[in-house]
DNA sequence: CAGCATCCGTCACGATACTG
DNA sequence: CAGTATCGTGACGGATGCTG
């Protein structure tokens, strides 16, 4: 018998919905998301040159938190030079369809 | 022939994704959003009652650019005292089942 | 009752330089 | 190549008091 509410709780942090937005938001999550979803697995270069505009604090910390939040995994290469590798978890692409309906119900409605 | 990608400008403001998080995004909106969602028309008091520890700086921001971005309609009674009631717009309505199929998503994964 | 004005603290974000 | 270290800044949010 679920109810038709997004958040049971008004204001607690128990919701889903603030959970997600947490892992998501600020200003470069979504578009590594992106990125990585339109290029697969793509190289820390890669993505710097791809993403305009993003420094190597940020996309470092970025990557850094979307990978303990499981979003993101990162492989290492003991090549010379070193090589990673960043890709999507199966996690992230299952969220990847959701976004898809929120991006296009904002080219609709925005 | 639409392509399977969430942003096709990788940083560029168009992205209807963006336009979203914008206008839902902060510490205060969603939870509007919500509160509204599960028991409607509400008041500026009633809202402040209900959603813990917002301010009034906050509230009164808050919906005024919700109302300016078409989420809130504003409906205000001239009695004595003045009574002015709040409620989703029928877009915003549109969006909820988005926002609670990214809640679920958030609940199953996070 | 339903807000607005003002001041202030914090933190996300940015710029720059440097390292394994 | 793939990051870390450090410092600076501005916007967002919070506290308080006042008004139509």
Request: aromatic share 4%; with cysteine.
């Amino acid at each position: 018998m679920t109810k038709d509410v997004i958040c049971e709780t008004v204001g607690g942090d128990g919701c889903g919905l603030k959970k997600v937005l947490d892992i998501i938001g600020g200003k470069w999550k979504i578009l590594i998301l992106c990125a990585m979803k339109n290029q697969g697995p793509m190289r820390y270069g890669q993505l710097r040159k791809t993403i305009v505009g993003i420094t190597n604090t940020m996309l470092a910390q970025s990557l850094k938190e979307m990978n303990k939040d499981g979003l993101v995994q990162r492989k290492q290469y003991d090549e010379m030079p070193v090589r990673v590798e960043y890709s999507l978890t199966p996690k992230a692409e299952s969220m990847v369809p959701i976004l898809m309906e929120l991006k296009e119900w904002g080219e609709a409605n925005l």
